[in-house]
């Protein structure tokens, strides 16, 4: 028997199908109401806007990306690590084209989607504090390590989405690496 989904939900679905493969820009609001079948007034309905369209639709792929990349307690933290990122490079890869135009500024500076950006990326570094460094505590130092070493798994995977010279393992192996020297180089205070 097939689960109803409630139409909220099916529209975020779809948003997540249109703007998986299309910028913000790109898509008007018939564009999605046609997409989903339904009048614009039913549309505006559930979302006022278009942009709170996106932004339901953003929340939504941050909790589903916070989802397929939790960390598997039942490994040692390296391989939990590297689990993770297997997820994170999946998920980019299957999101692509969303994922760049996110990450390059999608809609301009949009304090609402930068919220919900800064949300995953810091409960990475709580992911981080508590499975990787086993609970404890983050110094100043190692928590600004972290940070940076996000930014840079986020730069280099949209270099890889773009150049697709390495293969996803390899991407991983580059991540994993850089946050062993960071370990190396964040672990005491000057």
């Known amino acids: 028997m097939h689960k109803r989904v409630p139409r909220r939900q099916r529209l975020i679905e779809i948003g997540m199908d249109l703007f998986g493969n299309r910028s913000y820009e790109e ?8 997409a989903a079948d339904i009048s614009k007034g039913l549309l505006y309905y559930y979302f006022p806007t278009k942009h709170d369209f996106y932004a339901a639709v953003i929340q939504h792929a941050a ?15 390296t391989e939990r690590l590297r689990s993770s990122l297997r997820a994170y490079f999946s998920y980019v890869d299957r999101h692509a084209t969303a994922y760049m135009a996110l990450l390059r500024g999608g809609i301009g ?4 989607v930068a919220a919900i950006m800064d949300n995953v990326r810091q409960s990475y570094v709580q992911r981080v504090s508590e499975n990787i460094m086993r609970g404890r505590p983050l110094s100043p ?4 390590a972290i940070n940076g070493w996000i930014g840079f798994v986020e730069a280099t995977s949209i270099a890889w989405l773009n150049q697709r010279c390495i293969d996803q393992e390899e991407l991983c192996d580059l991540a994993t690496a850089a946050f062993a ?8 205070e000057p």
């Open 27 to 34: 898509i008007s609001i018939d564009d999605i109401a046609a």
């Open 63 to 77: 909790e589903q990306l916070l989802r397929e990349t939790e960390p598997d307690p039942g490994l040692e933290p």
């Open 141 to 144: 130092r190692q928590r600004i």
């Open 109 to 112: 500076v949009d304090a609402q």
């Open 181 to 188: 020297m960071l370990l190396r180089g964040g672990s005491h």
